[in-house]
């Protein structure tokens, strides 16, 4: 999981690669490097830690001279967070520079057989292997020695190669990681992420799996894995910088939680017409989908508990049944899948390499597959047979916000979608499209509603373990919950189905323990109650989410988070919202790297 940038030009390369990795640090902060082709020789500087290390000890890039350069963010899978292991990697004749993305799961292999052949490795990394491949397979041709290297490659790579025998000149390769060659005038470039090109153009092309891409200043050129010209189609990235950026905001992650109004907006209006919800980009028809026995779920993360929440929601309003299962599990489990089967694969980026092989397993197994993504062109947008974006916009802060909420609001229009394709959409149908409508508002007044958590994060910030409790869909929203809390403040935060308390985890319970309880299903209200004065009894401080006219919790909880009139089904997308809130000022409060939590990266691309 690192972000790797390259450019080649007029101008500079140094600073703007280093702008370039700025926009990517999200995708690894361990450490980052440069490489620049100078007047004579392939420039590297590297430095463990931050971007902002790389830019002082280069001045901003104005110390490194020379106008094509490949730059690399790391977060570290082999080899500790050390200079020696921080990318570009160089050949021993210091003829190649390589950057990469991915992981080389033959690479002690390799590197065995290079080491007989008497090249040295100065690095504990996987990625070093690949330099030492291409200078053992050049005799004068860079396209060629890349293709033979990648052919001996098992794993996976997004590439960028610099060679100092064509100093304008930089490669891309792609396997089953991101990559993306933005095209300008007198220039271009490759990227990880749009993020750091849309600064300098407009204009994409999205590599697929076994492509290459050879850059001059003057243009781009496509090839396959056995060197053939291929032919790309150039897309148009349609937000601007702006998007990319903090605007006023003290942190990427409390502007994207603030935005989730709009981005959920977003969302949803462009897919209700006439009342009544449309997808053109889906082509699964009602006889098809009468034909599905059963859905699966399938995500990682955050986008795992927002399948959680949707499934309560899938099976009342289609009555199918719906299994969520986590991408690294379904993958190794024999999945009992078939032609009857509809597999929803949720990710934001669409590059979840969990994800995609849990995708693979199941549409070889014979599944109907649909997938729920953010970034357009991504791989299992590609693999799926439907694809539906959350246009939740770019996600700048690794713990997601909008991306979670606008998943959420996608199997809701799903849900209502699949159960008029099936004819069985009942008499509510009309009142759930007015609430789906009505969800950017009561997002907002989830927000507005609570101007006190600042004042909670103060004294619940110092806890040692914090629960959060809840049932059915109050459950699915305490996961996730739980998880931004841990995430981004290292507070020990945990979610448990509150039913499951007395068989065994309330023996963690004592006197001051934080328990965060979700209290918006009225349906089940008084069982919520119920564990509430149980945790009460043995000396919890109780937080209760839920609405301001319920006198019972108010009565019996010690604090309060507030949200807006919702029906049950569709709460937990109100009701994350503050709680995100919350996690965000406990690890204020705590001093933490909100953006960039540590050990973490944005885009899991690797297993």
Same mark, same amino acid.
């Given at each position: 999981m690192c972000g790797i940038v390259g450019y080649t030009g007029s101008a500079q390369a140094a600073p703007i690669l280093l702008e370039g990795l700025s926009k990517l640090e999200y995708r690894g902060y361990d450490s980052a490097g440069i490489a620049v082709m100078g007047s004579k020789d392939i420039s590297v500087v590297k430095v463990t830690g931050r971007i902002a290390g790389l830019c002082e000890k280069t001045d901003n890039g104005r110390t490194v001279e020379g106008c094509a350069g490949i730059g690399h963010t790391r977060w570290a899978t082999h080899g500790a967070p050390t200079e020696e292991n921080a990318h570009p990697h160089l050949s021993n004749d210091g003829r190649?520079?390589? #950057?990469?993305?991915?992981? $080389?799961?033959?690479?002690?292999?390799l590197r065995e057989e290079l080491k007989e052949k008497g090249y040295h490795f100065d690095s504990e990394t996987d990625t070093e292997v690949i330099v030492h491949l291409i200078e053992m397979y050049y005799h004068g041709d860079v396209k060629k020695a890349l293709i033979q290297t990648v052919n001996r490659l098992q794993g996976s790579y997004a590439l960028g190669v610099l060679c100092r025998d064509e100093p304008d000149r930089i490669y891309a390769a792609r396997e089953a990681s991101p990559l993306i060659i933005g095209l300008g005038?007198?220039?271009?470039?490759? %990227?990880?992420?749009?993020?750091?090109? =849309? %600064?300098?153009?407009?204009?994409?092309?999205?590599?697929?799996?076994?492509?290459? %891409?050879e850059l001059t200043r003057d243009g781009a050129a496509f090839f396959d894995c056995l060197g053939q010209p291929v032919k790309k189609s150039v897309s148009r990235i349609t937000w601007d910088v702006q998007a990319a950026e903090k605007g006023g905001y003290d942190h990427f992650m409390l502007k994207e939680i603030m935005e989730q109004p709009g981005a959920v907006k977003a969302a949803i209006s462009p897919r209700m017409k006439n009342n009544e919800v449309v997808f053109e980009e889906l082509a699964i028809t009602g006889n098809e989908l009468a034909g599905i026995r059963k859905i699966v779920i399938t995500a990682?993360?955050?986008?795992?508990?927002?399948?959680?929440?949707?499934?309560? #929601?899938?099976?009342?309003?289609?009555?199918?049944?719906?299994?969520? =299962?986590?991408?690294?599990?379904?993958?190794?489990?024999?999945?009992? $899948?078939?032609?009857?089967? *509809? *597999?929803?694969?949720?990710?934001?980026?669409g590059e979840t390499a969990d994800t995609i092989a849990a995708l693979k397993e199941c549409r070889a197994r014979g599944a109907r597959t649909l997938a729920i993504v953010n970034v357009v062109g991504s791989t299992i947008a590609k693999l799926a047979d439907d694809t539906v974006y959350t246009w939740a916009g770019p996600e700048i802060a690794v713990a997601t916000t909008k991306g979670f909420t606008t998943q959420l609001a996608v199997l809701y229009l799903l849900s209502l979608y699949f159960s008029r394709l099936l004819g069985i959409a009942g008499e509510d149908y009309a009142e759930h499209i007015r609430i789906l409508k009505s969800l950017p508002r009561l997002i907002q007044q989830s927000i507005d509603m609570n101007h006190g958590l600042p004042k909670l994060a103060e004294k619940y910030h110092t806890a040692n373990s914090l629960f959060f409790i809840g049932r059915n869909t109050d459950y699915a929203a305490a996961l996730e919950g739980a998880l931004k809390m841990k995430e981004i403040s290292y507070l020990h935060a945990e979610a448990y189905a509150a039913g499951e308390l007395k068989h065994g985890t309330i023996a963690l319970i004592e006197e001051h323990t934080p328990v965060i309880a979700l209290c918006c299903n009225r349906r089940i209200m008084e069982k919520t109650l119920s564990?509430?004065?149980?945790?009460? %009894?043995?000396?919890?401080?109780?937080? +209760?989410?839920?609405?301001?006219?319920?006198?019972?919790? *108010?009565?019996?909880?010690?604090?309060?988070?507030? $949200?807006?009139?919702? +029906?049950?089904?569709?709460?937990?997308?109100?009701?994350?919202?503050?709680?995100?809130?919350?996690?965000?000022?406990?690890?204020?409060?705590?001093?933490c790297d909100i953006d960039k939590p540590k050990n973490l990266a944005k885009s899991v691309t690797v297993e």
């Open positions: 190649f520079a390589v #950057v990469h993305n991915g992981i $080389i799961e033959n690479y002690q292999t005038v007198g220039e271009n470039y490759f %990227a990880s992420d749009v993020t750091a090109l =849309v %600064a300098y153009t407009r204009n994409a092309v999205y590599l697929d799996d076994g492509e290459f %891409a990682c993360g955050s986008a795992y508990y927002a399948g959680c929440s949707g499934k309560y #929601v899938l099976e009342a309003l289609t009555h199918i049944p719906v299994e969520v =299962v986590l991408a690294s599990e379904l993958r190794y489990s024999n999945p009992l $899948i078939d032609n009857t089967t *509809l *597999l929803i694969v949720i990710s934001q980026s564990n509430i004065v149980e945790v009460k %009894a043995r000396g919890a401080e109780v937080l +209760a989410v839920s609405y301001r006219d319920n006198t019972k919790i *108010l009565s019996v909880a010690d604090d309060f988070i507030f $949200i807006p009139e919702v +029906a049950d089904i569709f709460s937990a997308i109100v009701e994350i919202v503050p709680l995100q809130l919350l996690a965000y000022y406990v690890a204020k409060e705590n001093g």
